[in-house]
């Protein structure tokens, strides 16, 4: 049981962090299709690195 915890929230950080690189790839206009700004996301690296 807390293995599969453990599993699942590492498998929850890596999808947290490939996304996060992804929207790193993405320029200005393919964000702004999106509604994220450049700063929101190191905002959202933050609060993924403190959870």
Do not use: C, G, P, Y
């Amino acid at each position: 049981m807390i293995f599969k915890k453990i599993r699942t929230q590492l498998r929850r950080r890596w999808d947290i962090q490939m996304t996060i690189v992804e929207l790193n790839h993405l320029d200005n206009k393919e964000l702004d299709d999106l509604n994220i700004s450049r700063w929101q996301i190191s905002n959202i690296a933050a609060k993924n690195a403190r959870s």
